[in-house]
Structures are given as C-alpha cells and as structure tokens.
C-alpha cells in the first residue's frame, strides 16, 4: 500500500468543564479545546486516522505547529512510501524534524503513526491488539481526574468518581505546597479506597516537593506524578531517598532514550505512557516494554484525547497489562467529538468494540466539518 494523500484536520471541541493543571488552562467551556485529527488513503482507497492533541500549557506544540508540521514536513516525504513500514515512516520524519534533547515534534508524529496503525489493521481486519500478536481485551478501568482548586468542588468530584464506578483518582496539584496536601486529604478522605495519583505537572521545587510528599506519605498516597521540572531527573533521584511515595515520571519521559537515563539514574519508579507524547503507538509501546524490563511500575494516561485517542490508548494500556485505572480523562471534559461508532463509555469503565478493525473507531465526517477550525 502506498500513501497517496495525507489530510490534517484542525479541530476545536467543545468542553463540559473546565481543566486547569498548574502550567495553565489545557481548556476551558468558553474556548474549547485544540485537537487535530490525520487521515491517510493509500492507493487501493484503504484509510486510517489518527489524533493529536497539542496544548501550550503542557508542551510546545499547538495546534498550528502540528497542522503545519504534517502539511509542509511529513506529507511531501511520505507520498508514495509504504504505509505498512511504519519504522520507515518514523526515520523519515526524524529525518525531517530532528530531534533537540528529546523528540522532535512528538505530537504531530503521533498523529501519522495511530493513523498508520489504524489503516494497517483496517486493511488486515485485525484489531491494534491483533497487530501485536496478542488477545483483544473487552474494556479497560478508568480513574477520575480532578482539576480544581476548591476543595469543596474536589470532594464532590471524589465523591462522583466513588459512587459511579471509577478504580481510582487523579488529583493535579503543584500550586500552593501548603494549599495542596489541605486538597490532598480531602479527596482522601472522601474516596479512601481508590487508588490515588497526585500530579504536579512540574509545579514544585526540590524543597517543596520533599514537603509535600512527607505529607503524602501520612496520607497514604499511591504515586506521586511529576514533582520536578522534567528535566530534573537527578532532582527526581535525590527526592526519591528522602521519600518512600513512589515516584512517577511524566513530561520527563517522551522517548525510549529519555526512559533509559531515567532508568539509569533511579529517577523514578513508575513510568507514565503516553500515546501523544511518545510519537504514537510505536514510541509508546516501545517505552511500555522497556519500563516493564526494568521493573518499573506502569500508568497510562492522556491529554484530555477524543474517544479516537483514547480507544488507541486503552488498547496499548492493554496489552502492556496496565492494571491500575488510567488516566483517560476525555470523556470527563470533552462535550462532543467525531467519533461516530466506537467504544461505550460507562462513567469508569470503556467498553472496547473489537467487532471494529483498526483502532476500532468510524469517523463522522459531519463533525468534522462542524468542529474544523480556520488557522
């Protein structure tokens, strides 16, 4: 199959709530939310898309930056290659972005790899899971993410997750120390036995981030996500000997490489996949099986993806045998998006439709049209 036409799709969708980590606004219900969807066709009319999901708040690609990235770099050097040689696919592109200390424009590169993968498993009837030699699963646990600043509005957000299903929260912190752990108890309380990820988002300084976490240890908190500046990780190293809450790296970790110095410093003692940040299913499985060499505890998490990105995801998650509740928190933020059929989405639970080949989603061409926006 050779690729004849390479689509970007900028997109804005609507929000439900707002989401604020402690960069910023990732959304908000006034502005929406920049996604971009890619399609890519071949020569015999097979078809596969993907999703990207930059936000400035939480790395430095935008929604220009991918559009342009794929219509003016990816697209004249892909036309006519070989769409089921994604490693190809991916020399190429590095070729044409390279990388600084870490992945060049691993966002943009996300999108081209799930819409490859898609088109792959489309074109060979076979489901992601089936790609990889393994056995589809039917559905993947979610936690809850709270993003607030009002206690009063956290606890009721835990209080949601704890009555409708959802295996574990989500609490971004990494504003105020002091303020924090007031929230941190609070949630604890109110939903004792979930399963309980508090992230930073690279918020804090060593100092206040050896605070914090005598806190989390009195309170009982499972994992402690991105304390430091991602690319502190001898910081990281030294908080992790003065704390026995586990550590957990994020932005710090968006390539194999970046895995490996962690690894090599005793930086962290779980790795954070992320389908967006790693370049796409690739990059992502790649890290995956590195981190579990390692013995490194999992998470699996998102930016706020449309069902597209998160039916990706929870197919990764998967098959990495990622068994605490994920972090895919679109459905928690998101109004609407293109997907038409796909996975069920019940509250803490996403049921996989593995009747459906590819990434298992069929795209409303409708919507995509109604949420296109002009750059």
């Not at 550590?247 to 930086?267: K, N, P």
């Not at 929870?314 to 928190?329: K, Q, S």
Request: charge should be negative.
């Amino acid at each position: 199959m050779k690729i004849t036409e390479i689509e970007a799709f900028p997109l804005n969708l609507p929000m439900k709530q707002n989401f604020t980590i402690s960069g910023g606004s990732v959304g908000d219900q006034q502005k929406g939310a920049p996604h971009v969807y890619i399609k890519i066709t071949t020569d015999d009319r097979s078809q596969g898309w993907g999703e990207a999901r930059p936000s400035n708040r939480w790395s430095y690609e935008t929604i220009e930056s991918v559009v342009s990235t794929i219509n003016h770099y990816f697209k004249p050097i892909l036309l006519g290659q070989n769409a089921e040689d994604i490693k190809n696919v991916h020399k190429l592109m590095n070729s044409e972005i390279k990388n600084g200390l870490t992945i060049g424009q691993p966002i943009a590169k996300a999108g081209i790899d799930t819409a490859l993968h898609d088109l792959i498993g489309k074109h060979q009837k076979k489901t992601i899971s089936e790609l990889w030699f393994s056995k589809p699963k039917r559905s993947i646990g979610l936690s809850y993410l709270i993003s607030t600043r009002n206690i009063q509005e956290a606890v009721q957000k835990a209080n949601y997750a704890f009555e409708n299903g959802y295996q574990g929260i989500d609490l971004k912190i990494g504003f105020s120390a002091g303020e924090d752990l007031g929230m941190v108890e609070a949630v604890k309380e109110a939903a004792p036995d979930l399963f309980f990820r508090v992230d930073a988002n690279q918020g804090y300084t060593l100092s206040e981030a050896v605070k914090v976490s005598k806190g989390l240890e009195k309170l009982g908190v499972d994992v402690f996500e991105q304390p430091l500046k991602a690319n502190d990780l001898l910081g990281h190293a030294e908080l992790r000997r003065k704390t026995y809450v586990p550590i957990a790296l994020d932005e710090s970790i968006w390539t194999a490489g970046d895995l490996i110095q962690a690894i090599r410093l005793e930086a962290c003692d779980t790795a954070v996949i992320k389908i967006t940040k790693m370049g796409g299913l690739s990059g992502a499985k790649l890290c995956g099986e590195i981190a579990r060499e390692a013995n490194l505890d999992l998470l699996g998490g998102g930016l706020t993806e449309s069902t597209l990105g998160l039916t990706a995801s929870a197919h990764l998650f998967n098959y990495l045998g990622i068994d605490r509740p994920v972090d895919l928190n679109g459905p928690m933020f998101l109004e609407d998006d293109p997907v038409g059929e796909g996975p069920t989405i019940d509250e803490g639970n996403v049921l996989l439709n593995n009747n459906l080949h590819g990434i298992g989603c069929s795209i409303d061409t409708q919507k995509i049209n109604r949420f296109r926006v002009e750059l």
